[in-house]
């Protein structure tokens, strides 16, 4: 069973927009169908259930203060409290599911007034030293299993709080920072002292994977200077992206993806424009927001094609949850007999199948993504609906080796194909004859809708998958090591720039390096080694499941 992923939005200084993007991004994940938790744990200064207050379905009666202090009251039980959900309130937006676990009770809108009292009372080294390291982990474990994503809201700077969220419980961090030189300081430096952290920790996580978000940038008005922090920026950050950003990517290219811009109509109060701007447009901050939500929902992965088609990738995110109205919308010329003989076979066969009902570019946006998949029924030049509605779904939709989604063309026997746009000439095509009623064109769309194949590139992510799962903690010769390395590096290469045949040849490299020789004796993996190998075969592994969910 897959378990949620926790992450951790921390910034060195306050005013930078870290809940602000927390509580935004929170709410485009449960709008795609992940479910999702969040938590206050900045304690000094909390302020999550300002942004989701006209949203929240009750006032929270419990928080994390709370937890510390059942935890005292519990004689330092290591077991979560069978009422865990109870800490958290539902958050009434579109989607899954929203959760809030608050700094602590709410009244009105605001901390009750015991709530200062309560927390200035907590000694966090006492607290560990009673086992309150054990009981978080309970926490987390029931969290994870109950949610996809937990997102946790930090104290700034250094304290022992910022420690426990950066250090203890997440599996990834986002920095939030914005262009001046106090945050760029920090901004590596945090990561390095939580991998130092949690290196003495009896748990056995990974080194952390950082998104840097480079916030409130103004680059409306004062461009030029606005361009040369960016540089800056990324060039300050570039140490973050080491782990997981594609080799193919420019660390340049992707902060700038990774840039949420000031604009000063959401400057005022706690605000979630993502809620107003539901198809946001580039200039919008619910654009820069998207893409960092998608980010997240990637696991950090398929950053080569963020990079091609930032369309493509955040819808990906958003429809790999998605349930969609239709299998399958039929594109054709207006008055088309042909594609409502087509619909109704289709039907006949289970298939949920409708049409394109207009060529209004008002209903394109709504009715594009109704349906999984879009048929192209073509019995002579295309309409220019047809074009733009088949461009647009291709801008949202990943290539073969990361998508569910597909374009189809049932053509017409006679039909010259050289005149046909590039892209409906590269498609495979299912023919017809005018005149008869396309029962067996209908079989075969039916046929590839449903069929569930693994191709060559299934094939070869499965060969990688096997070969790293094999790979042994030790083995006689410390040297073999070397070789193991560059071949992780050359698979990850591989899978980065979807050669499929070179990450077969590197897996077969694998699986024989990995077969140990010799009198018994061995020598232990590297830490960075079987690091690198478990992230590597955990973006393997959602490459796999992207077939067969």
């Known amino acids: 069973?897959?378990?949620?992923?926790?992450?951790?939005?921390?910034?060195?200084?306050?005013?930078?927009?870290?809940?602000?993007?927390?509580?935004?991004?929170?709410?485009?994940?449960?709008?795609?169908?992940?479910?999702?938790?969040?938590?206050?744990?900045?304690?000094?200064?909390?302020?999550?259930?300002?942004?989701?207050?006209?949203?929240?379905?009750?006032?929270?009666?419990?928080?994390?203060?709370?937890?510390?202090?059942?935890?005292?009251?519990?004689?330092?039980?290591?077991?979560?409290?069978?009422?865990?959900?109870?800490?958290?309130?539902?958050?009434?937006?579109?989607?899954?599911r929203l959760d809030l676990l608050a700094a602590g009770r709410v009244v009105s809108g605001k901390l009750d007034d015991s709530y200062s009292k309560r927390m200035q009372e907590l000694n966090w080294d006492e607290l560990y030293r009673r086992g309150f390291a054990a009981y978080l982990e309970a926490c987390r474990a029931v969290w994870t299993e109950n949610y996809d994503f937990v997102l946790l809201d930090s104290r700034t700077g250094v304290s022992d709080i910022a420690g426990i969220c950066t250090a203890h419980l997440p599996d990834r961090l986002v920095v939030v920072f914005t262009?001046?030189?106090?945050?760029?300081?920090?901004?590596?430096?945090?990561?390095?002292?939580?991998?130092?952290?949690?290196?003495?920790?009896?748990?056995?996580?990974?080194?952390?994977?950082?998104?840097?978000?480079?916030?409130?940038?103004?680059?409306?008005?004062?461009?030029?200077r606005a361009e040369q922090w960016q540089r800056k920026c990324a060039e300050a950050v570039a140490p973050l992206f080491g782990n997981w950003l594609a080799q193919t990517v420019p660390v340049d290219l992707m902060m700038r993806h990774l840039t949420v811009p000031y604009v000063s109509y959401w400057s005022f109060g706690e605000q979630l424009p993502v809620l107003d701007e539901?198809?946001?447009?580039?200039?919008?901050?619910?654009?820069?927001?998207?893409?960092?939500?998608?980010?997240?929902?990637?696991?950090?992965?398929?950053?080569?094609?963020?990079?091609?088609?930032?369309?493509?990738?955040?819808?990906?995110?958003?429809?790999?949850?998605?349930?969609?109205?239709?299998?399958?919308?039929?594109?054709?010329?207006?008055?088309?007999?042909?594609?409502?003989?087509?619909?109704?076979e289709l039907r006949l066969l289970g298939v949920r199948a409708d049409r394109s009902l207009s060529g209004d570019p008002g209903f394109l946006a709504e009715a594009a993504d109704s349906a999984q998949h879009l048929c192209l029924v073509v019995e002579g030049p295309l309409s220019r609906w047809q074009i733009t509605e088949s461009e647009r779904f291709l801008r949202h939709t990943l290539g073969p080796e990361g998508t569910h989604r597909q374009l189809f063309c049932l053509l017409a026997r006679g039909i010259d194909r050289d005149?046909?746009?590039?892209?409906?000439?590269?498609l495979h095509h299912l023919e017809f004859t005018p005149d008869v009623r396309p029962v067996r064109a209908a079989r075969q769309l039916h046929h590839l809708l449903t069929s569930t194949g693994a191709g060559p590139g299934q094939e070869a992510l499965r060969a990688a998958a096997a070969a790293?799962?094999?790979?042994?903690?030790?083995?006689?010769?410390?040297?073999?090591?070397?070789?193991?390395?560059?071949?992780?590096?050359?698979?990850?290469?591989?899978?980065?720039?979807?050669?499929?045949?070179?990450?077969?040849?590197?897996?077969?490299?694998?699986?024989?390096?990995?077969?140990?020789?010799?009198?018994?004796?061995?020598?232990?993996?590297?830490?960075?080694?079987?690091?690198?190998?478990?992230?590597?075969?955990?973006?393997?592994?959602?490459?796999?499941?992207?077939f067969t969910e």
């Open 1 to 96: 069973m897959t378990t949620g992923t926790v992450l951790t939005f921390y910034s060195y200084k306050g005013g930078v927009g870290r809940s602000f993007t927390l509580a935004n991004v929170a709410v485009l994940l449960a709008r795609w169908g992940y479910r999702v938790l969040t938590v206050d744990w900045d304690l000094e200064a909390p302020g999550l259930h300002h942004y989701f207050g006209p949203k929240l379905v009750e006032q929270p009666e419990h928080g994390v203060v709370d937890l510390a202090h059942d935890f005292l009251r519990g004689a330092g039980s290591p077991v979560a409290p069978q009422d865990l959900d109870s800490y958290a309130v539902r958050v009434g937006v579109e989607g899954d």
């Open 179 to 224: 262009a001046n030189d106090q945050n760029l300081d920090d901004v590596v430096d945090v990561a390095q002292r939580a991998d130092r952290a949690r290196d003495r920790m009896p748990y056995d996580r990974p080194r952390h994977s950082v998104l840097p978000i480079l916030s409130r940038l103004d680059n409306r008005v004062e461009y030029e």
């Open 278 to 344: 539901q198809v946001p447009k580039a200039d919008q901050i619910s654009y820069a927001l998207e893409t960092v939500a998608a980010v997240i929902a990637q696991d950090f992965d398929r950053t080569d094609v963020l990079a091609d088609n930032r369309d493509a990738y955040v819808a990906a995110a958003r429809d790999r949850c998605r349930e969609f109205d239709l299998d399958v919308l039929v594109s054709s010329a207006r008055q088309s007999r042909v594609a409502t003989e087509l619909i109704e």
């Open 419 to 426: 005149e046909l746009p590039g892209f409906v000439r590269n």
């Open 468 to 546: 790293l799962r094999t790979l042994p903690d030790t083995l006689p010769y410390a040297e073999r090591f070397v070789l193991i390395e560059d071949t992780v590096r050359g698979m990850a290469t591989a899978l980065d720039q979807g050669d499929m045949a070179q990450l077969l040849d590197r897996s077969a490299d694998m699986e024989f390096l990995g077969k140990a020789h010799g009198d018994g004796h061995g020598v232990p993996a590297p830490r960075e080694l079987l690091d690198a190998t478990k992230a590597l075969l955990n973006r393997i592994d959602r490459r796999i499941n992207a």
